[in-house]
Structures are given as C-alpha cells and as structure tokens.
C-alpha cells in the first residue's frame, strides 16, 4: 500500500534520473581529484587543484576559505554549471563530467537549485515567475507550476509576495525567493555561494535558517560557501579550502545544527512533460520580452516594414504593368504579326531599316485579299494648337493601318486611302492629346501643328490605356505616311503589321512574310512575331525591371536585418546575466538560442506584416491616384512572409547562437 501510495513521486524519480540506483550508502554526488584550471601560459590560474569530497543525501555542508581560493569554483564544478579540467564528477554514481550539455542541463533542472549571493533575479517578473523559472524548462504545464512555485514560495515564507517584483522586496526577501527558486523543482542538492553576504546579519540569519530547515525537514543536501563563522555554524561539516586545496575538515563548535534528517522519501513529485521547455511557453516568453521592449523593438522593425513593403509594391506595379501590357497586347488580335528589322537577342541600337512602302504592297499581293497589310513609322514631335503644346509620337501609316491595328473612333473617321495616297495633311489624335490640346472642345475640323507643320483634325481615338513602358499609346497621332515623309524626311518603315484572317493562320502567313524579306533581303536579319512571341518578349522585359527593382528595394531588407541582428546582440549583452540565470537552474544551450532566435524572428515578421498591409495601402492608393497599374498578388503576399521569416531567421541566428554558447558562469558574473 505504501508504494502504491505515492505512485507520483516513483515517476517523477525515474524521470529525474533513469538509471540511478537509490543504495544507501552510495553518495549523491563525489568529486575524484577534480582540476580546474583557467587560462594558458601565464594567465594560467589552477582554482581547484585535485579535489575529491563526497556529499551524501541529507549533508549540510560549509566551504570556508580565504578569498580567491576556489570556493564559488568549486562549487560551481560540484552544481554541474562548469566542466573540470581533469578529473571525474559523479552523480547519483554516474559519471557525469563529459555528459553533453543537454544532459547536464537537465541534471541542474531536476536534481539541483542555486543560490547566490547577488540573488540574481529577473528583475522585470514578479517573484511567482522567477520561482517558476525551473519549472518552465522541465516543461510543466502552467497550473502545475503556478501550485508548485506558491508552495516554495509558501515555504519560504512569502505566499503574500508572489506578485512583487524583486525591486519591490527587501535584500532578505529578494533571498528568500532565490532560495524559493532553488527549491521550486524539489532538488535533492541545493548549492549556495556566500547567501548571506549581501544581507545584514539578520535577514542573513533567517536565510541560513531556511536552508537549515529545508536540510533537516526535506532531506535535501545543502552546501554553504561563506566566510560567516556564524553560517558555517549551522553546518553539519565545516571544509576548508587554501589555494584550490581542500586543507582540513571540522565540525561546527557551535554545534546548533544535530538532528539526522528525514529520509529523502518525502521529496514531493515532479513529472515534466519530456522535460522540455513547451512551445507556447518559448512564444509567451518571447512576446512578454518584446512587449516590455516596444519601442525598441518597433523602431528595429522598421526597416523590415520598408524593405516588405518596398519590395511587395514593386512586385505588384510589376505585375499589375504586366497584366496591362498583356491586355494591350491581346487588344491588338491574336492574327496579328509584327516584321521589323533585327532580332531580338540584339538589345539597344535599332538597325536602318530597309523597309518601304513598296514592301507593304508586296507582301499584300502575296498573301491576297483575305489578309490585311501596313506599315508605319514613328517619330516623336511637338505638336501644337491654339497657344497649347504636347510631345507625342507621331506615327505615319500607310492606307488601311486602322483595320489591321484596332484602334477604335472616339469622333470623326481615320483617313483614306486617297488621303494617304495625296499626302493629305490630316490626323487623328490620341486620347491624351486630344485632352491636352483641345480640353473639352471638340478638335474635328481644327488644326494642329506637328513640327512646323499643319494638320487637320479629321477624327479622335478612345482611350486604351499604356500598354508599356515609356510608351502611352493615348499620347499619340496618327497621320499618312505620306505626309510625315513630307514633315520627318523619312521614307523607311519601322514596323509592317499583318492581320492574318485567323489565328490559326498566323503561322502560314508568317512564314510567308519571312521568305518574303529573306528573298528580298537576303543577308538581313527580320523578326517576325506573333501575339505568342509578343507577349513573351514584353514579359521578359517587365521581368527583368521587375528583378532589377526589387533587388535595389531588397537592400532595405538586408539593413532591417542588420539592424535586427544589432538588438539582438544589444538584448544578449543586456542580459548576460539572465542568461547565466536561466542556464543555472536547467535551460539548454539550445533553449537559450531559441529564445532569442525567436524575438528576432517575431520582430521581423511582426515587421513584414505591417510592410505588407503598407504595400496594400499602397498598391491600392496607386490605382486610384495614379496611371501606373499595381496589383497585390498571393505571390507577393507569400514573398513578403517569406521574406520577413528569412531575415528573421538568417540575422537572428547568429546573435543567439552567441548567446547559447555564453558560459553559464561568466554569464553570471559579468554584473
Ligand atoms: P573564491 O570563490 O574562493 O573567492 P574563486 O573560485 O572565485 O575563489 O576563484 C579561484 C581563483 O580562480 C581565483 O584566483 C580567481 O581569480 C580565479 N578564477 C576564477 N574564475 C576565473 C576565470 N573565469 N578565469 C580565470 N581565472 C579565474
Ligand atoms: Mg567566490
């Protein structure tokens, strides 16, 4: 029956530490000729210097010794918290010294608590939260921690200050509650450098009365570093340390302490959840440290909010110029084709074209009547009416050009084929400059002037929108070829369009086209497209601004990211000291590397998603107010995560990872 009593406190055993077998007589831990040297050559400092002791359950031991004779490192060595240089150190009879960190991690988290002589609180949480630091990292829910931290808290005697924070308790309390701390994962060995050096004597008294207590009512083994002949009295053995030497041992004279203590049988349970620091808890820690950082961490995430939504914006004007060009493209009828002079691969330059009019009637005659032939040249000019002047591009056209490019009429007619045949001075003008030139009157009839020139106006086209870049295809003025010969000087043609009957003729008359100028021209290079090619051709253009565009927009990024791996390094330097803390009562290397890792990525991402909503506004903003197109695409939207993830991740790795490999002792020291 008794054993089935307590079935708890079986597993919370074994889950401590498996394979320990519980004799009596075996010592909980024993150090044999245990070395710890610092430094090399000569800063070479030997602070322990082949010790060996052993503390049994239920020991209250003291370590007395001049200043700088190795008492904090060795009990340092004795908690686990630093490796020996030479030596072993076993635990429950298990060889511990080369355990990997985890292991060991895990060993301070169950099986021992620390007390210092500064505290070493978290000064921002409240005394509850700091006593369940230990519990947070063997991964107990948080109820269950909540009642095992109010019983230390309890047992130390400040149930009523759970919710202090340290700066709101006296030095003595601030003790009590590290001892709380020490105490909360029910440790079977509870080490303590000089508690009482910080404290006057009588808080120090009542400090060193709890551990006695504790010692005797909880079977805990306690050791005590201190100078205070009055502390060392309550031991049950006195050691004396010289030169990293351990040079004699004594009982207390004073003898207060006596009584054997209970058997460790009463330890209370612990059972963790596979002993790791829960998820919701890394997050809630991560969140809590950033909240009481906002401004910090807001200002850091700043130029994560540019660089996202710098990049996002681009990516959609990009794409919305896409999907206009598209549109304009495929406007223009899939039976369309395009001959001009060059290819494509040959970027910049324009060769003199060859191209006549002749060409134009040539090729009609090949292909008949069933197809439609034209050509043009552009140019750009002023154009001028009344006291108002635009710049626009001018493109002479040969008779029929309407019918093979759909431009719809807005008023009025294109020319004829006798006006372009005569060199009639007549044009028809573009939205834009239609807007321009005549702003609400109607332009039919009247007259402009192209580069010195005079018009008449003898129709006006609908708006279709920019089909391009750097290219307004409402900023524009059609007139005969002819009569911009007359005005230009040029006879060549840039472009001749054909108007296949029907898209899937397009490949036909496209090779008719291209034999034509092979045998025309031999030795002269054409290309000829349809829509297909087009299309292709303008989407690889737009991809490569796009690219170009974003990559500059991307160096904002990179600086958000700096600027995040510079807090998180700043957080590192501010918190050595919590970093001590946390490895001290059980946290893993790792454990500490996610931490931060983890308030890097949240800032960044909490960044990326402000950068997106601002790209949104933007985008939004810019279809409204402004000619250029943009769209937000779930691309752009997965981009932007992505990216803020990245950055997160690729400038909080290294600042954590400095921090994970912190030495838990000079992480500590460093005040
Ligand atoms: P005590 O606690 O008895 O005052 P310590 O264990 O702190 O002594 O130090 C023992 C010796 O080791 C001292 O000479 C100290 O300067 C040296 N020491 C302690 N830590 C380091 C370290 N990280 N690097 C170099 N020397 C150290
Ligand atoms: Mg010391």
């Known amino acids: 029956m008794e054993a089935a009593g307590n079935p708890v406190a079986e597993e919370g055993r074994s889950l401590l530490s498996p394979h320990e077998v519980e004799a009596p007589s075996r010592p909980l831990l024993e150090l044999e000729g245990v070395w710890k040297v610092y430094g090399r050559g000569r800063g070479r400092?030997?602070?322990?210097?082949?010790?060996?002791?052993?503390?049994?359950?239920?020991?209250?031991?003291?370590?007395?010794?001049?200043?700088?004779?190795?008492?904090?490192?060795?009990?340092?060595?004795?908690?686990?918290?630093?490796?020996?240089?030479?030596?072993?150190?076993?635990?429950?009879?298990?060889?511990?010294?080369s355990l990997p960190d985890a292991a060991l991690s895990a060993l301070r988290n169950t099986e021992i608590g620390f007390?210092?002589?500064?505290?070493?609180?978290?000064?921002?949480?409240?005394?509850?939260?700091?006593?369940?630091?230990?519990?947070?990292?063997?991964?107990?829910?948080?109820?269950?921690?909540?009642?095992?931290a109010l019983a230390a808290l309890a047992r130390v005697g400040l149930a009523d200050r759970a919710h202090h924070r340290p700066s709101e308790l006296s030095g003595g309390e601030q003790q009590r509650v590290a001892v709380a701390r020490a105490l909360a994962g029910s440790p079977r060995l509870i080490l303590a450098d000089e508690p009482t050096g910080n404290l006057d004597s009588a808080s120090g008294r009542e400090v060193v009365s709890l551990l006695s207590r504790l010692n005797q009512e909880l079977g805990v083994a306690v050791v005590v570093v201190t100078h205070d002949p009055e502390v060392a009295g309550a031991a049950r053995k006195i050691l004396w340390m010289r030169d990293g030497v351990l040079v004699g041992e004594a009982e207390p004279s004073s003898a207060t302490a006596a009584p054997s203590p209970q058997p460790s049988s009463e330890r209370p349970p612990l059972a963790g959840k596979g002993g790791r620091l829960r998820l919701r808890d890394l997050l809630r820690q991560g969140l809590g440290s950033l909240g009481?950082?906002?401004?910090?961490?807001?200002?850091?995430?700043?130029?994560?909010?540019?660089?996202?939504?710098?990049?996002?914006?681009?990516?959609?004007?990009?794409?919305?110029?896409?999907?206009?060009?598209?549109?304009?493209?495929?406007?223009?009828?899939?039976?369309?084709?395009?001959?001009?002079?060059?290819?494509?691969?040959?970027?910049?330059?324009?060769?003199?074209?060859?191209?006549?009019?002749?060409?134009?009637?040539?090729?009609?005659?090949?292909?008949?009547e069933r197809a439609r032939v034209a050509g043009s040249?552009?140019?750009?000019?002023?154009?001028?009416?009344?006291?108002?002047?635009?710049?626009?591009?001018?493109?002479?056209?040969?008779?029929?050009?309407?019918?093979?490019?759909?431009?719809?009429?807005?008023?009025?007619?294109?020319?004829?084929?006798?006006?372009?045949?005569?060199?009639a001075r007549v044009a028809v003008l573009g939205s834009k400059v239609t807007r321009s030139l005549f702003a609400d009157s109607s332009p039919l009839g009247r007259t402009v002037t192209v580069a010195g020139v005079s018009f008449r106006v003898v129709g006006t086209l609908v708006p279709v929108g920019s089909a391009g870049i750097g290219f307004d295809r409402d900023n524009m003025v059609f007139v005969p070829i002819t009569a911009l010969q007359a005005v230009a000087g040029r006879t060549t043609l840039d472009a001749i369009f054909v108007k296949a009957p029907s898209t899937s003729e397009v490949p036909r008359y496209k090779a008719l086209v291209e034999e034509y100028l092979a045998?025309?021209?031999?030795?002269?290079?054409?290309?000829?497209?349809?829509?297909?090619?087009?299309?292709?051709?303008?989407?690889?253009?737009?991809?490569?601004?796009?690219?170009?565009?974003?990559?500059?927009?991307?160096?904002?990024?990179?600086?958000?990211?700096?600027?995040?791996?510079?807090v998180t390094?700043?957080?590192?330097?501010?918190?050595?000291?919590?970093?001590?803390?946390?490895?001290?009562?059980?946290?893993?290397?790792?454990?500490?590397?996610?931490?931060?890792?983890?308030?890097?990525?949240?800032?960044?991402?909490?960044?990326?998603?402000?950068?997106?909503?601002?790209?949104?506004?933007?985008?939004?903003?810019?279809?409204?107010?402004?000619?250029?197109?943009?769209?937000?695409?779930?691309?752009?939207?997965?981009?932007?995560?992505?990216?803020?993830?990245?950055?997160?991740?690729?400038?909080?790795?290294?600042?954590?990872?400095?921090?994970a490999r912190l030495d838990p002792v000079e992480a500590l020291g460093r005040e």
């Open 377 to 423: 040249v552009a140019s750009s000019a002023r154009v001028s009416a009344g006291g108002r002047r635009v710049f626009a591009t001018v493109d002479g056209t040969t008779a029929g050009f309407h019918e093979v490019v759909a431009r719809p009429l807005a008023a009025g007619r294109w020319y004829t084929r006798g006006e372009v045949e005569a060199g």
């Open 519 to 566: 045998r025309t021209y031999p030795g002269d290079e054409f290309s000829v497209l349809g829509q297909d090619q087009i299309l292709d051709l303008a989407g690889r253009l737009l991809a490569v601004v796009t690219i170009a565009l974003s990559a500059i927009a991307a160096i904002s990024l990179v600086v958000g990211g700096i600027g995040i791996m510079n």
């Open 115 to 148: 007390v210092f002589q500064a505290f070493h609180l978290l000064p921002r949480a409240p005394a509850l939260a700091n006593v369940e630091l230990p519990l947070l990292y063997r991964g107990l829910p948080a109820r269950e921690r909540r009642k095992l």
């Open 569 to 659: 390094l700043v957080s590192v330097a501010e918190r050595t000291r919590e970093i001590g803390v946390r490895r001290a009562v059980g946290a893993r290397a790792k454990d500490v590397l996610w931490q931060f890792l983890l308030e890097a990525v949240l800032t960044s991402v909490a960044g990326g998603a402000v950068g997106l909503l601002l790209a949104v506004a933007g985008a939004y903003l810019l279809a409204r107010l402004s000619p250029v197109p943009a769209e937000v695409t779930p691309w752009a939207v997965a981009l932007a995560v992505g990216l803020a993830l990245g950055v997160g991740v690729f400038f909080g790795v290294w600042p954590a990872r400095r921090a």
């Open 45 to 97: 400092v030997e602070a322990v210097k082949g010790v060996s002791l052993s503390v049994h359950q239920g020991d209250f031991l003291a370590v007395m010794g001049p200043s700088g004779s190795g008492k904090s490192t060795l009990l340092h060595l004795m908690g686990l918290l630093q490796r020996p240089t030479s030596g072993r150190v076993l635990f429950g009879g298990r060889d511990v010294s």
């Open 292 to 368: 009481r950082n906002r401004l910090r961490a807001g200002l850091t995430a700043l130029g994560v909010v540019i660089g996202v939504a710098a990049v996002v914006l681009l990516v959609a004007v990009g794409a919305g110029v896409r999907s206009e060009v598209t549109r304009g493209i495929q406007s223009l009828g899939s039976d369309l084709i395009v001959a001009f002079p060059g290819s494509l691969e040959v970027s910049g330059g324009h060769p003199v074209s060859p191209l006549t009019s002749v060409d134009v009637s040539r090729i009609q005659e090949r292909l008949g």
